[in-house]
């Protein structure tokens, strides 16, 4: 059943939010401080992306009851600068083109990074993962040029292709693990590390024009 539930920010009203069993579907509101109501579940695919407008939202606050941010869930957020990820949270993705993120405190119930979690946060500087993490998609941090710390575990069992491509500030032991994970799960050659093809950096950039 669909509904809709106020959110507890002022600038906010009920129709702001339209949810269907327990994922947000999308948020038409024009709040620059979020609070997601309590008993969502999941952000759903595009929920807060909007094609021919950039979002004014500075600020996101999630309920405890998430466990799931799905792929483009913020994409193109480009004011979004402060988001707080609750303890519960699975997996996280989303924030593909939110280029004025410069940290973000990623909890340790989070098992999978997905694919274009962070591609194209420009900004962002540490992004260290938990213990929890297993599996980092493809692109996932791809072209965050200032990025310096990802803190790459022993835990780590799969890193997609480009996950880091473009990432020419990454500290020197994490630029180790990553190559010595690749080489170890033999998923893709050293270089894929480091680049993409034209084809698919064109494909993705497309995304957020």
Do not use: W
């Not at 466990?67 to 989303?94: H, Q």
Request: proline share 2%; glycine share 6%.
């Amino acid at each position: 059943m669909k509904r809709y539930i106020r959110s507890a920010v002022n600038e906010s009203r009920t129709s702001d939010f339209e949810i269907r069993d327990g994922v947000l579907l999308k948020y038409r509101g024009t709040a620059k401080n979020v609070v997601v109501p309590d008993g969502v579940s999941e952000i759903g695919k595009y929920a807060f992306y909007e094609y021919d407008k950039t979002s004014d939202i500075e600020r996101i606050v999630l309920p405890e009851s998430l466990t799931r941010i799905d792929d483009y869930a913020f994409m193109n957020c480009k004011k979004l600068k402060d988001v707080i990820i609750p303890d519960g949270v699975e997996y996280l993705s989303g924030f593909y083109g939110c280029s004025s993120i410069k940290s973000i405190e990623i909890p340790r119930s989070v098992k999978t990074i997905g694919d274009h979690a962070f591609t194209l946060c420009t900004k962002l500087i540490d992004a260290s993962l938990p213990d929890s993490v297993s599996s980092i998609g493809y692109a996932a941090f791809m072209d965050c040029k200032n990025l310096v710390n990802v803190n790459i575990t022993d835990n780590v069992q799969y890193i997609g292709t480009g996950a880091f491509a473009g990432c020419s500030r990454l500290n020197s032991k994490d630029e180790q693990e990553i190559e010595s994970l690749s080489a170890r799960n033999n998923r893709y050659s050293d270089e894929g590390t480091s680049k993409v093809s034209s084809k698919e950096t064109s494909i993705m950039y497309s995304d957020i024009k």
